[in-house]
DNA sequence: ATTTGACAGTTCGATTTTAGAACTGTATGA
DNA sequence: TCATACAGTTCTAAAATCGAACTGTCAAAT
């Protein structure tokens, strides 16, 4: 599997990972969300490689989560600033984070504390249920397949056909 | 940066993703979590290279992600089943799904559905502070740094005065 | 007037990963 | 005894990544 076919698939989990699934992507984000906006911000906090600094960035403008704006003219200079689509993706980076904090940390503790600026406490993040605000777990969770996946399995069943007839020619 | 250097920094991002931070493990976690469990159920969901599916495999049990469990003597074979540390994923999946199905589905619709069994409704997972409830949002959280930054600082501070030194004679 | 340094990339050869396919070995069922 | 299921391992070719150097514009310092 190619990475531009992981987009296409009828699944919001490989389709996501089509666009923020790499390490280095990842770790752009991550900057991102800290404030960071400069290529050599990014550059000198992550260590990446120029060459895929750019690449990924990028790809990362090309699919609206970064939007790239200009600071200054002559020479030309851009900033790279995270869209709504990407500040979306913040439930993820928190969810990322708090599993780091709860299972690899070392004696040294915490990296970061997070404070809630409406009540003022340290917190970490809960995912609950939309309806009903209860923490969820996977084994209290039943999958249905959606109206995407109904119509990713009949062109499947299409596909399989179609190759079936060629084979027979 | 190596693969291996990701799990030192002072960053439960950068540790998190030297675990899960690449596409296939994502996938084959995805698959975890639909109720697969062997070898063979993996390789024909995914399309992985079964070379790779072995070491990412290897990867998750060597990090406790995974508990590989016989389920036959002669010839032995094993089932991959999360551990508790793998089903502490759950809210990173989720939010993954939830992203994609926000911001990457096209006119066929979701590809899942999720139904909670405590309220028996369809529902969406939301990420809430921990001690008042409230949904989070990047604008509304502080970071400070924890006591792991700043061992880190302090070691980043002593390895730059070794370099100095090194540089001197 | 000239050099130095910051910034934002691009280019290129060497190394590392991944893909794709074939092969190994044990056991079951026809 | 022949085919099939399962869980890998091995091999070569192709793709991605690394590391380092190079390009070009401008501002500030000498």
Known sequence: MKWDELEEEACSIARTIGVIGDRWTLMILRECFLRTRRFEGFQSALGITRHLLAERLKKLVRQGVLRRIPYQEAPKRHEYILTQKG???????????????????????????????????????????????????????????????????????????????????
């Not at 928190?94 to 997070?114: E, K, N, S, T, Y």
């Not at 609950?128 to 209860?134: A, D, H, T, Y």
């Not at 039943?142 to 119509?151: E, M």
């Open 87 to 169: 500040l979306d993706l913040y439930p993820i980076m928190m969810a990322i984070v708090h599993w780091g904090d709860v299972h690899m940390v070392d004696v040294r503790g915490r990296p970061l504390l997070h404070q809630h600026r409406k009540c003022g406490k340290m917190f970490d993040p809960v995912m609950v249920c939309s309806e009903c605000g209860e923490r969820l777990s996977a084994k209290e969770v039943h999958v249905h397949p959606g109206p995407g996946a109904r119509a990713a399995l009949e062109k499947a069943h299409l596909d399989k056909k179609a190759k079936a007839r060629k084979r027979a020619a």
